[in-house]
């Protein structure tokens, strides 16, 4: 079941709200994880709690997790989920993944971009903002996306701020 709504300059998304959104995207994960075995199980949650916590206060623009050729840098398959605050926002169900993907010489890979709200953060509100993550990220290239297709159309959302899922396999 899909829906759509528009949020009120009245409501207020709160911690619940981003890890409902957080957890819609724990559940697709755990679905890579029985489909090609990454990400672990106990990444997982902590990735989940990373989406909640930076939509949350603003400074997610974009988290991507899948499978990568490390010697070029490429997807393979990739989730890309955008934040997205706003307008017309869709609650899906978590899945809907395409067919299996022959993953066979492929890394799981994650890489995430912040938003410009957290940009205009000093060096040392960043930091804050990082240390209490439960990720530690390091600095790198967003990994290539060539030939390949893309989905798009579904997202996770709650009083009015979530985000969009694209799809992406490469040829």
């Known amino acids: 079941m899909t829906g759509s709504y ?14 409902y959104v ?20 106990d990444r997982i ?16 623009d974009t988290v991507d997790y899948g499978f990568r050729n490390t010697a070029t840098n490429a997807w393979k398959f990739r989730l890309r989920y955008k934040a997205t605050a706003g ?11 395409p067919d299996p993907v022959d993953l066979t010489g492929y890394t799981f890979h994650s890489f995430l971009t912040y938003s410009s709200a957290f940009g205009l953060l000093t060096s040392s509100q960043q930091a804050g903002v990082k240390e209490v993550l439960p ?34 396999v490469a040829y």
């Open 45 to 60: 949650d902590d990735f989940a709690e990373e989406v909640a916590l930076l939509l949350r206060d603003g400074y997610l």
């Open 135 to 168: 990720i530690s990220r390091t600095t790198g290239t967003a990994p290539s996306a060539l030939a390949g297709t893309s989905t798009t159309g579904h997202g996770y959302a709650r009083n009015g701020a979530g985000v969009h899922r694209d799809v992406y």
């Open 22 to 41: 957080g957890g819609r995207v724990g559940a697709d994960l755990r679905l890579l994880y029985n489909l090609y075995g990454e990400p672990s199980l």
């Open 6 to 19: 528009a949020r009120s300059a009245s409501a207020s998304f709160t911690i619940t709200d981003a890890r």
């Open 87 to 97: 307008g017309q926002l869709t609650d899906s169900r978590p899945g809907s993944l």
